[in-house]
């Protein structure tokens, strides 16, 4: 039977070490191409590259620094955007594509309601939230990788008058709302 217990996560530096091995589980196929780089008035933990050719900032933060961690990843991807054809010029090895677009992943411990509204409000393509458990296995530290899923927000869906009369579906829509080519709208028949 293991003996899992909750610990004190250790100092930032030990921390971003100890997370650097389980990048892969935040952002499947990524490659780091650089650590601690200084960026708009601070550092960003990880930089890296999607297979997309998508930049990707990872930022950690320590328990209670979630706000601010949302706050630093919109600085920071400010920052790094206007930078990426310059670093293209520099390594053009490293897989990155202008336009592509600079995503932020925040792994912090836990985040509080504000933080969730606020990373959802920007999106998931521009970031994602990560909470990190550090625990002891019989002795040995270790850390654990919990993504948080997002809901999508929910909208209603505003009827018409007459969209009851008009339309063929339940919802009201109508074949026009559906913006479907006749070829896309035969394989639904």
Not at 60 to 75: P, Q, S, T
Request: hydrophobic share 45%; with cysteine.
């Amino acid at each position: 039977m293991a003996e899992l217990a909750l610990a004190r996560p250790p100092r930032k530096s030990q921390l971003i070490e100890g997370l650097r091995a389980r990048l892969d589980e935040v952002v499947p196929s990524l490659q780091l191409i650089a650590e601690g780089v200084l960026g708009a008035d601070s550092n960003i933990d990880f930089v890296g590259v999607e297979p997309t050719g998508r930049a990707v900032l990872i930022l950690v933060g320590e328990d209670g620094d979630d706000l601010e961690l949302i706050g630093r990843a919109i600085a920071q991807r400010a920052w790094v955007e206007p930078r990426i054809r310059d670093w293209v010029q520099l390594a053009p090895n490293l897989g990155l594509r202008p336009g592509a677009g600079t995503r932020a992943v925040l792994l912090c411990a836990s985040f509080g309601d504000q933080t969730k509204a606020a990373a959802a409000a920007l999106g998931s393509e521009a970031v994602s939230l990560v909470r990190y458990h550090y625990l002891q296995n019989r002795g040995n530290p270790e850390i654990l990788i919990e993504p948080i899923a997002r809901a999508a927000p929910h909208a209603p869906t505003p009827r018409r008058a007459d969209s009851s009369a008009t339309a063929p579906f339940r919802t009201g829509l109508s074949h026009e709302d559906l913006g479907l080519t006749a070829e896309e709208y035969v394989e639904f028949e």
